[in-house]
């Protein structure tokens, strides 16, 4: 059965899932992300079968999110180094860690997300950059290059008054 592709949609949540929403692409990202580079790091950590783990690698190379590098060319042998794609990927793994933690765990959290120079566990929340304030309540519009089909969606959202759609503000509004 040949799933359906995202990449030619308009939500931008879409396209990240056809780069990274098939499961072993996030762990494979996960393991990049602290070090592992080499194939048989990857196969040994995950527990991956070799052709499940070559196509995965060849799609995050393609998706800009691992660089494939020779590290031996007798016998060939390359490995995979996360990318300035991958390492901004990084806030979304480590909120999916919390959010895995605080409801999945009933026995307890098996890795915990912690500051690398105090050694302090975080709690990760999600801040406005401008700003720097946290987001408590967030709502979706559509942006400045949505076509017709996605304003109308965000705009019915609104009128119904549910929470992940709303009015821009007056200063973002683009006509």
């Known amino acids: 059965m040949q799933r359906k592709s995202f990449g030619g949609m308009e939500c931008p949540i879409a396209r990240s899932l056809e780069r990274v929403g098939e499961w072993w692409s996030m762990l494979i990202l996960r393991d990049a992300l602290l070090g592992v580079t080499r194939f048989e790091a990857f196969q040994d950590g995950l527990g991956i079968a070799p052709n499940m783990l070559a196509r995965r690698l060849g799609a995050l190379v393609e998706a800009g999110l691992l660089e494939r590098r020779r590290y031996s060319e007798r016998p060939p042998r390359d490995e995979y180094v996360a990318t300035a794609r991958a390492r901004d990927f990084a806030p979304v793994l480590v909120a999916l860690l919390a959010w895995g933690n605080r409801h999945f765990a009933p026995e307890g959290a ?6 690398a120079e105090t050694g302090a566990v975080v709690d990760p929340v999600l801040v406005d950059r401008a700003t720097g304030r946290p987001i408590k309540e967030l709502a979706f519009v559509a942006g400045p290059a949505a076509g017709r089909p996605v304003r109308r969606k ?12 709303a009015s821009a503000p007056e200063s973002s509004r683009h006509s």
């Open 110 to 115: 098996s890795v915990l997300a912690v500051d």
């Open 154 to 165: 965000y705009a019915a959202a609104a009128r119904k008054g549910r929470k992940g759609a």
